[in-house]
């Protein structure tokens, strides 16, 4: 079946610290691929995606390429600020497959100062 | 209020209570979806709907029962509730077509504890 993998954390970084989240996929056909982002006591929020491969989609600050041949799509950024403290889900979708998301189990992000 | 709410926030209801969370969305989006947050299990996938009158099961569907009169509203009852369906719960809801890449636009949660 389809699954997302990603690496446990919590991660634990100091300001400005390059962050890099990793993300596995499975996937019966050609997935769109997405970062959700979710802050404290909130829902989640999409941070970027992308739709084939070699794709990178990028938001503030943070980029992801869509890797078709490791079946990866990991996070990263240059240069985390404490703001970035979250839990950050990478999920797939597969095209005709009605819009459902299969999401990883998250990982937790912590950034100090 | 534009977007995409959940009511109530929080609950706490007793084994074998039923109880009904709501969620309710201004876009006229078709698709919505109820998920639970458990640790260890990200998002799983409870039911979604299509459109109105059309749902179907998602990943973890037992326990829970939807419904979908109206574009706009989508709620979840327990019909009978377990201390394992103590969790949060995430409804969220989408557009559909070739265009837009389908994001899912989450609504805040509803924290259940079942005692």
């Known amino acids: 079946g389809n699954s997302v993998t990603q690496m446990e954390g919590p991660v634990t970084l100091s300001e400005e610290a390059f962050l890099t989240i990793n993300c596995t996929y499975t996937?019966?056909?050609?997935?769109?691929l997405f970062w959700y982002v979710q802050y404290p006591g909130e829902g989640l929020q999409l941070l970027l995606k992308?739709?084939?491969?070699?794709d990178k989609g990028s938001n503030k600050g943070f980029e992801a390429t869509y890797r078709k041949e490791t079946t990866s799509f990991h996070l990263e950024k240059g240069s985390v600020q404490v703001s970035d403290s979250a839990v950050y889900f990478c999920a797939l979708r597969l095209t005709g497959g009605g819009n459902k998301l299969t999401f990883g189990t998250g990982t937790q992000l912590k950034v100090e100062l | 209020d534009a977007g995409i709410t959940q009511s109530p926030r929080y609950k706490i209801t007793e084994t074998g209570r039923q109880v009904t969370l709501m969620c309710h969305q201004t876009?006229?989006?078709?698709?919505m979806f109820w998920y639970r947050q458990d640790l260890g299990h990200g998002l799983r996938l409870i039911y979604y709907s299509a459109a109105a009158d059309i749902t179907d099961k998602g990943e973890v569907p037992d326990g829970y029962v939807v419904s979908r009169s109206k574009t706009e509203n989508f709620p979840l009852t327990l019909e009978s509730a377990t201390r394992s369906q103590t969790s949060v719960y995430f409804c969220?809801?989408?557009?559909?077509?070739?265009?837009?890449?389908?994001?899912?636009?989450f609504g805040p949660g509803t924290r259940l504890t079942v005692t």
């Open positions: 969220a809801s989408s557009e559909s077509g070739p265009s837009s890449a389908w994001e899912q636009y």
């Open positions: 876009w006229s989006h078709s698709y």
């Open positions: 992308a739709t084939k491969a070699d």
């Open positions: 996937a019966t056909g050609y997935p769109s």
